[in-house]
């Protein structure tokens, strides 16, 4: 097998216990070529949380072919002791037992174990570590294949000879001359790694100071922009104390000219609600005064058909005179038969003329019956349709007069408060004024013409019957409310 020379790097890189206190970690391989332990610095583990281990990064150099790497990665793992500091001694808390076969593989592998509690061989917690394998090339031909050299057990009987034979057999001697040069390459990796480290930490200082010099600049602004906002923020507080107290005056003002507000608004609806019932009882008058009227009109009729029955019953007698005249004829003069036929044809034709005449008073009643129900139908709907209109135009006021008074809460932010309140209770007093105007002109004076029109034609025609007189409480009526429409 070809020998080469291995170099390998471990690096703890965190561990996640459920238990709490200053730990450390250590592990030894000898595999690596040295028997001596690595320990890591004192850190705090929190129950539950993941703790990032310090820096503990190992690199080791040995010489070895590839199968006995490979067995030995494969078959011994990486044990790794957590030790918990006490005050007196540290004590073994749990091991982790961790595989370094993912080693044969190029490049840095990420490895975990399972860390075992020492008391009750629980699984207590999670180790994670990184690590590299690399091949350096072949190794000086007099080097042995394994890092480790084998000691051979001696009885106690063997003597200082045979020790001396063993010492000088060649395997000794390559072990010997190993051991020099794993020295020699120590040393060397030490001297390469300490000029690395003042390298590196020579950046550092120079990333530092210029980062500290930057930050203090950084300071320095931000300490200028605060005393700058801090003037400002003074500024503004000043500012915020009058707009307070001016909002405070303006809403003192604008609850006063709320309550205001609220007042009018139940005044105008105590006086809408007043002027509804004034016409709703104005109606209920109309409507008991045609009530009146329908019970006039009916007996109106019943007189006219007890008339015109009386006048069959007369014009049947008069007709059976007439036949009885007819049937004395031959005995009575010519001259006074002839008297009397005119005299019944005159009585016959007045009574037809009478018949007519109540014919046509009974017309003209339904008609005039027909009119004041539609009539009457009419001005109720009209009066609701005004009232409903009336009352719909007073909502819409008031509530323009609120969203006014509610628009006035910005222009009083810009001092404008006062103008806009005087305009606002213009505006009132102007809605106080419109209103008995709308409450006055309830009635066109069109409709009053036709109604008094319609009235004293009703009064004639009644008249004209002569069953009424102008004494009748019916004609007595229909002028008093032709006189109260012509004074409207």
Request: glycine share 4%.
């Amino acid at each position: 097998a070809v020998v080469s020379t291995q170099s390998t790097g471990i690096q703890l890189s965190n561990a996640k216990l459920s238990c709490s206190g200053r730990m450390y970690l250590r592990y030894v391989y000898p595999f690596f070529g040295t028997s001596a332990p690595h320990s890591t610095s004192v850190v705090r583990f929190i129950s539950g949380d993941a703790t990032t281990l310090p820096p503990s990064t190992c690199e080791y150099s040995f010489a070895a072919d590839h199968h006995a790497v490979r067995q030995q990665f494969t078959k011994v793992p990486l044990v790794l002791q957590f030790w918990k500091k006490g005050g007196g001694s540290d004590e073994l808390e749990g091991t982790a037992v961790v595989s370094l076969s993912p080693l044969l593989n190029p490049g840095l592998q990420r490895m975990s174990g399972k860390v075992i509690s020492k008391h009750d061989e629980s699984t207590v917690g999670e180790v994670q570590i990184e690590g590299w394998l690399e091949n350096r090339g072949a190794a000086p031909r007099h080097v042995i294949t394994e890092p480790s050299r084998r000691k051979n057990t001696v009885d106690d009987e063997e003597d200082e000879d045979t020790e001396l034979t063993e010492r000088q057999k060649p395997e000794y001697r390559a072990a010997l001359e190993l051991e020099l040069w794993k020295e020699q390459q120590q040393e060397q990796f030490l001297r390469e790694l300490e000029e690395k480290g003042e390298k590196r930490m020579q950046q550092i200082a120079q990333e530092w100071k210029r980062k500290e010099s930057e930050r203090e600049e950084s300071v320095r602004q931000q300490i200028t922009e605060y005393n700058k906002l801090k003037d400002k923020m003074k500024g503004a507080l000043k500012d915020l104390e009058i707009r307070e107290q001016n909002l405070v005056e303006q809403e003192r003002k604008l609850v006063l000219s709320k309550e205001d507000l609220a007042r009018e608004r139940t005044r105008l609806t105590t006086d809408i609600r007043e002027a509804s019932r004034r016409m709703e009882e104005e109606f209920e008058h109309k409507l008991r005064l045609q009530k009146q009227k329908l019970a006039g009109l009916e007996k109106l009729n019943r007189d006219l058909k007890n008339q015109v029955e009386e006048a069959e019953r007369s014009l049947e007698k008069r007709t059976a005179e007439l036949a009885a005249a007819r049937e004395s004829q031959l005995a009575a003069p010519s001259t006074r038969i002839q008297t009397q036929l005119e005299v019944l044809k005159m009585e016959k034709e007045e009574m037809e003329r009478k018949i007519g005449s109540l014919e046509k008073a009974k017309l003209h009643y339904k008609d005039s019956w027909t009119k004041a129900l539609k009539e009457l139908i009419n001005v109720r709907e009209k009066s609701q349709q005004d009232a409903k209109r009336r009352l719909h135009q007073e909502q819409s006021m008031m509530e323009h007069a609120r969203l006014r008074y509610l628009s006035l809460e910005d222009n009083q932010l810009k001092g404008k408060i006062g103008a806009d309140v005087e305009n606002l209770k213009d505006e009132l007093n102007k809605m106080k004024n419109q209103i008995p105007q709308k409450e006055d002109s309830v009635a066109p004076s069109d409709a009053d013409l036709k109604a008094i029109e319609r009235l004293v034609e009703e009064r004639n025609s009644l008249l004209n019957t002569g069953v009424y007189n102008k004494e009748d409480p019916l004609i007595q009526e229909l002028d008093r409310k032709i006189t109260a429409l012509r004074a409207s």
